[in-house]
């Protein structure tokens, strides 16, 4: 009888035990950091790119060496001023092949001070822009697998070369 009773107790806890949620699992949020840089020809051969794509070299913090592809998707003059409003989606590939991460991007390019007024802007090369904005990530995969967040950048260009800084967080499962 009490070999019985055991049993059946054992059974019984087994069957609440089936019917407890598991575990959630943790997230981790922490911040998210990259750099890249462009060249346009006139000083350095730029990175070869499919057409309608912009791509970088750079480095994501914390991930090491990556390369960025990003695509306008829309671009957008701002009546009665120098300035474009303008949206993209973006990939960083981190160049050990161990991850890739999604980007959507809004943000306003505008010339900088008075450079779209100087003598022969119109005709020359290099002329001094920035672009603010923000920036969604929708997604990865490898140690990107997951992901979401969100954050700002900072793009500015002159001469041959444009600078790209985003800051924000991640969180991966």
Aim: net charge negative; with cysteine; proline share 6%.
């Amino acid at each position: 009888m009490r070999k019985f009773l055991i049993i059946a107790l054992g059974i019984s806890c087994a069957g609440v035990l089936a019917v407890l949620p598991a575990p959630a699992s943790a997230s981790t949020t922490s911040t998210f950091q990259a750099t890249f840089q462009s060249h346009f020809g006139a000083g350095v051969a730029p990175l070869p790119c499919e057409p309608h794509y912009m791509c970088t070299t750079g480095t994501a913090a914390g991930y090491g060496a990556a390369t960025g592809k990003s695509r306008i998707t829309s671009y957008t003059p701002i009546p009665d001023t120098d300035c474009f409003s303008f949206t993209t989606s973006a990939t960083i590939t981190l160049t050990d092949g161990s991850g890739t991460l999604a980007l959507d991007t809004s943000g306003i390019r505008c010339r900088v001070g008075n450079s779209g007024e100087a003598p022969g802007s119109a005709v020359s090369y290099g002329n001094p822009w920035s672009a603010t904005g923000t920036f969604t990530i929708t997604g990865g995969t490898g140690v990107f697998e997951g992901a979401s967040g969100s954050g700002t950048f900072l793009s500015y260009f002159a001469g041959d070369v444009q600078i790209i800084e985003l800051s924000g967080t991640i969180t991966l499962p």
